[in-house]
């Protein structure tokens, strides 16, 4: 096993940050990583609990185990009564418990504040005892780079200095000067690579090679700091008048407003926190009133311990009902809005979406292949969830395919067409009338990137009809032909059928019939398909699985089930995971008699019949299937027993109550769902979805279309 101590340069470089994300960067390299913050530092955990805000961040985010970090009084007690070799002895303790069973070891060291002015010392004494490669984090500023080297410098001469093999490289988070999309193109990438080594040259030759590598550039981005309203209430000791969508609201900007309502309309903007003394109830009406126009608010305090009066609440309702968070506190306006200013940048160890946002914006901007390369840990079978992810905007990169989005002018799906145009996973088109897209992008605050195509349905339906028509022919009218395109699915259907556009993604406001109908009608089964069938991609803690068919035939017979396990079996490939085919059934082997088992046996006889080239077994129970000891007892025989990563369910009663129940009881990401079996690619989404989870499926998408 491998360990890495990740040190600071100071204060606030994102330190916790640095290290979730090169945790997710491993994961997606195939390796298992685990964490260890040897102390607790009491003047950088604001909730004053004792406990110890990295490592609660980590088993909640990343659902594994830590170790509790030592406190600090017991650390500065052991040094100040000489006691440092037992400290490192315990030090070896926490290590070995935590890098059990683990690939590498990400170790976070202290932080020098006025508290700890030992800090540097003890990194040194950690990265000695622990026999742990450095990496050093800090911010710069790419237009100001002239202190950087100093920076380095002074952290790496407590390891050697950076030509030492101890340092392994640096990480600079927080990045000012530098935007996303820049980092996304590899020729100003390379260029502003270049300039930071040049920078740093002073320091060693080596600087830029292996010896002393730039591991990471991860800009600065405002929204990853962006706290809770939740957050902020509790800073300030604020009571709740509304509390809305407290939880889920941030603020990113925050606006002192005494003025008139004329003069702060300009305030009124998306995630804004609208700063006002209590009694100015024509600034409280004002925000209500955006409110309920559609501009999400972060929210609004009340200043000085003014109360509102009853009658003016009621007014406020329907502002309310939106979600406004509305709170009231004893300081005046100006202390509250020093407080906001002082606010720490830390992640809340409850805040799981800042947190998966942080470490996935940080793992993207790590070199991920060299992470490869260096870290010669054994490689796992096993696809986690964050290498899944991976694969599916790499591949969804590099596929370039244009998918329609018949749902234009939904928010998510607008801001999800967004994410993709601007990462470069899909080329989106958007049906939908121009001003109502435009109208949402405002009202959230979204930037519609110039490459983003929205196209109005009524300005194309017309030639579709005629060969609508062709395609049903003997089934459907002109008249029926025009009438049915006026859904918009119908309509993103036929552009894919006619090869216009390479896949659809729907289902945020339809349901699944009507998603699928019109596939079913105009789009057809592959050849060498007779049915079409769904998956779903399930994000287990340690590894992602497939789960089939879930969501589209209700009872199968053994012909078709044997088609949907090959179909599972190689969408699986194709997407990375190793297919390890389980027929699911209440009975494992010979053990078990009757219709729904019989029926199971012979899919699983014709599905090996038809491809000798895959691993499939059954009948075998779900237990017998994915738990190894299980497996080895019930079946001992086997391939797949204990190892299945395609589990094919015998009907769809079984596949959906099994994979809600996965989903929901151990809170589990289920991607999909996911069709097979048609000429050209089709997905569903959950009315439910999220914008990562229409990311994803898109992504999904635009793989398929690559075939």
Request: with cysteine.
């Amino acid at each position: 096993m491998q360990t890495f101590l990740i040190v600071p340069t100071g204060i606030g470089v994102g330190l916790t940050s640095a290290c979730l994300g090169l945790i997710r960067a491993l994961d997606m390299a195939g390796m298992r990583a685990g964490f260890m913050k040897p102390f607790v530092q009491a003047e950088l955990n604001a909730d004053g609990d004792g406990s110890d805000r990295s490592s609660l961040l980590v088993s909640k985010t990343l659902n594994r185990p830590v170790v509790q970090a030592m406190q600090q009084s017991t650390v500065e007690r052991m040094l100040g009564d000489g006691h440092m070799d037992e400290l490192l002895e315990q030090l070896m303790s926490m290590k070995n418990e935590s890098g059990q069973g683990q690939d590498v070891l990400i170790v976070e060291g202290l932080v020098p504040t006025s508290e700890s002015s030992y800090a540097p010392q003890l990194n040194a004494a950690l990265a000695q005892s622990l026999d742990a490669s450095v990496i050093i984090v800090t911010t710069a500023d790419i237009d100001h780079l002239e202190g950087l080297a100093d920076r380095l410098d002074l952290v790496a001469q407590a390891f050697g200095g950076t030509a030492s093999e101890r340092t392994l490289g640096y990480i600079l988070n927080r990045v000012k000067g530098v935007t996303e999309a820049a980092l996304g193109e590899p020729a100003e990438l390379a260029v502003l690579q270049s300039r930071i080594i040049q920078a740093l040259k002073p320091l060693s030759q080596d600087v830029g090679t292996d010896n002393f590598h730039l591991i990471g550039v991860v800009p600065f981005n405002e929204a990853l700091s962006s706290p809770r309203i939740i957050d902020v209430a509790q800073v300030l000791s604020a009571k709740f008048l509304n509390r809305g969508e407290a939880t889920e609201r941030r603020v990113r900007r925050v606006s002192l407003c005494a003025r008139t309502v004329k003069n702060i309309l300009s305030a009124l903007t998306p995630d804004t926190l609208i700063v006002t003394p209590g009694d100015r109830e024509d600034v409280l009406v004002a925000a209500c009133l955006a409110s309920m126009n559609g501009v999400p608010l972060a929210g609004v305090v009340l200043t000085g311990d003014y109360l509102p009066e009853e009658p003016l609440l009621q007014l406020c309702t329907n502002a309310f009902k939106s979600g406004l968070p509305v709170l009231s506190v004893e300081s005046d306006s100006f202390e509250t809005v020093q407080r906001l200013s002082q606010m720490s940048n830390e992640i809340p160890a409850d805040d799981h979406d800042r947190a998966e946002q942080v470490m996935a914006t940080v793992a993207r901007h790590l070199d991920v292949d060299w992470l490869k390369k260096h870290f010669a840990a054994q490689r796992s079978e096993r696809l986690s969830p964050s290498a899944f992810r991976y694969q599916l905007v790499k591949k969804a990169q590099a596929a370039t395919k244009r998918i329609v989005l018949p749902e234009g002018a939904e928010p998510r799906t607008i801001q999800a067409a967004v994410i993709c145009q601007t990462r470069g996973i899909a080329h989106c088109i958007l049906l939908a009338k121009r001003e109502e897209v435009e109208a949402v992008a405002l009202a959230r605050g979204i930037t519609l990137p110039p490459s983003l195509e929205i196209i109005e349905p009524e300005s194309i339906r017309a030639r579709y009809i005629a060969p609508m028509v062709e395609r049903r022919k003997g089934k459907l009218t002109t008249q029926l032909a025009e009438a049915q395109l006026q859904d918009t699915v119908v309509l993103g259907t036929m552009m894919l059928a006619l090869g216009e556009v390479d896949g659809l993604v729907s289902g945020a406001i339809h349901t699944t019939a009507n998603t699928v109908r019109p596939a079913f009608q105009l789009i057809k089964t592959a050849p060498g398909f007779s049915l079409v069938s769904s998956i779903f991609f399930m994000l287990l803690p340690e590894q992602v699985v497939v789960y089939g068919d879930c969501a589209i035939n209700p009872d199968p017979t053994a012909t078709e089930l044997a088609e949907i396990a090959i179909q599972s079996a190689d969408s699986a490939a194709a997407f990375g995971i190793e297919p390890r085919v389980a027929m699911i059934s209440y009975s494992t082997g010979e053990s078990g008699t009757g219709s729904g088992v019989d029926k199971v046996r012979e899919a699983t006889k014709i599905a090996q019949e038809r491809r000798p080239d895959l691993m499939i077994d059954g009948p075998l129970q779900y237990d017998a299937a994915a738990i190894e000891s299980v497996g080895k007892q019930k079946a001992p025989d086997s391939k797949v027993a204990g190892r299945a990563t395609v589990f094919v369910f015998p009907d769809l009663n079984t596949g959906n109550t099994t994979y809600k129940a996965v989903q929901r009881s151990a809170n589990v990401v289920s991607v999909g769902p996911m069709l097979q079996g048609l000429n050209k690619p089709v997905n569903d989404l959950s009315r439910g979805a999220l914008v990562e989870d229409i990311v994803y499926t898109i992504a999904l998408t635009a793989i398929q279309a690559e075939g």
